[in-house]
């Protein structure tokens, strides 16, 4: 979803202004790749998938929360009978800039995981289909793009392709019941301690809002030690209205491991 302050939109438009807006390739490639059903007794059967962007170099796309200014990938769906579409889903993100704008979403390729469910028996044939909206920057400016994309249920899954989007699921945030949230805030900063988390390498990680206007995104968050635990002190954002009442986060550890989701309410 693209929003954006009056600050946002003024150098949106200086930026739009400057460069080609373009509807045709939006500087990127998209496909949507199928892995072989799965098939569980008493279970639903399921198809894993993922739509795969590329982005031509120097470009960048959008996390579900775009930052500063954006518009996260979006996908339309037609699907054959018996089959229904779970929500597009994001892995996390890096820090990009559009101009002087912070965002945080992916350069070069990244496979955006969704998974089919099966009611009754799988289809012998159908294809499924999906309209592939984005929004691509680079330092000068912006294009939008869209993109019909296929494939057929029948078709035998390619092995890598298989293998890629297996690995896509594998790398999405994932929970831990250990590690807590608590969140502070006075005179426009907010504090963030995480704690629980002796059993995991979090010094220095990398923490990314998914909750919009919420946290500034023109610094980078990261995990500092404290007496408490590990914590990070963070400028409001802009827009925020009101006081925080709910806060969903992914934490990026330094060293190669999954990232994590933590939530907050209160």
């Known amino acids: 979803m693209l929003y954006c302050g009056m600050r946002t939109i003024f150098l949106l ?3 739009m202004s400057s460069s080609l807006w373009s509807q045709e390739t939006g500087h990127a490639t998209a496909e949507l790749w199928l892995a072989p059903p799965r098939v569980e007794e008493g279970k639903p ?3 894993p998938a993922a739509i795969r962007m590329v982005y031509e170099k120097g470009w960048h796309g959008y996390w579900v929360n775009p930052g500063e200014g954006g518009m996260k990938t979006e996908v339309t769906w037609k699907l054959p009978a018996g089959l229904s579409a779970g929500a597009l889903q994001f892995p ?3 820090r990009e800039m559009t101009g002087e704008l912070a965002c945080y979403g992916y350069v070069g390729e990244v496979l955006l995981p969704v998974l089919f469910t099966v009611t009754g028996a ?9 309209t592939v909206s984005w929004l691509a920057c680079d330092e000068k400016g912006c294009a939008s793009g869209e993109a019909t994309v ?3 249920v029948a078709s035998v899954a390619d092995a890598s392709r298989a293998a890629a989007v297996a690995a896509a699921f594998a790398a999405l945030p994932v929970a831990d019941e250990k590690l807590k949230l608590q969140v502070t805030e006075a005179d426009g900063w907010v504090t963030l301690l995480v704690t629980g988390a002796e059993h995991r390498d979090l010094l220095g990680a990398e923490i990314f809002p998914v909750t ?5 995104p023109r610094e980078s968050i990261l995990l500092q030690k404290t007496a408490t635990g590990l914590a990070a ?3 409001k954002n802009e827009y925020a209205t009101g006081p925080l009442t709910q806060l969903s986060l992914v934490i990026v550890p330094k060293a190669p491991q999954r990232a994590l989701a933590v939530e907050w309410k209160k």
């Open 233 to 235: 002190r963070v400028k």
């Open 45 to 47: 059967t399921v198809i």
């Open 122 to 130: 799988l289809p012998k044939e159908g294809d499924i289909e999906a």
């Open 92 to 94: 996390a993100p890096k």
């Open 212 to 216: 919009e206007q919420a946290l500034d």
């Open 13 to 15: 438009i200086l930026l």
């Open 150 to 152: 296929k494939a057929n």
